[in-house]
């Protein structure tokens, strides 16, 4: 499986952005995916996940009530609404498949087997 992930920029604060992600190759419907970030100088950390199924979808704290994650498993393409965005929200943003089929969305970056290049959000104050 191979991800393309593209619309980051920079913006200033309280604006928006839509983060997009491609999957090429050996996809599957069955299969969970999330977006993950990582500033720098700090760890990759998560951001919001969605079911193979688009049923159930997962946001961390940081995050919840700005960011609406989306997939379509018909393009084999997820995205990310991000609205309200902050300075703190600065980092490259990572898509990334958990490359089980059936299995449940994770938060952890070790359960996903296939990412992304990244792409850059910068959030100006």
């Known amino acids: 499986v191979q991800l393309q992930a593209y619309g980051g920029g920079l913006v200033q604060a309280g604006g928006s952005l839509r983060l997009s992600c491609a999957a090429f190759?050996?996809?599957?419907?069955?299969?969970?995916v999330a977006w993950f970030r990582q500033a720098p100088g700090k760890e990759r950390e998560f951001v919001s996940a969605?079911?193979?199924?688009?049923?159930?979808?997962y946001y961390a704290d940081s995050v919840k009530g700005r960011f609406t994650i989306s997939r379509d498993n018909a393009k084999n393409t997820l995205d990310l609404q991000m609205n309200v965005l902050k300075p703190e929200d600065t980092a490259v943003y990572f898509c990334?498949?958990?490359?089980?089929?059936?299995?449940?969305?994770?938060?952890?970056?070790?359960?996903?087997?296939?990412w992304g290049q990244g792409t850059l959000v910068t959030v100006s104050s």
């Open positions: 990334a498949v958990r490359g089980r089929s059936w299995s449940g969305a994770s938060t952890h970056v070790y359960e996903y087997d296939y």
């Open positions: 190759g050996r996809t599957s419907t069955t299969y969970a």
């Open positions: 969605i079911s193979w199924s688009g049923g159930t979808t």
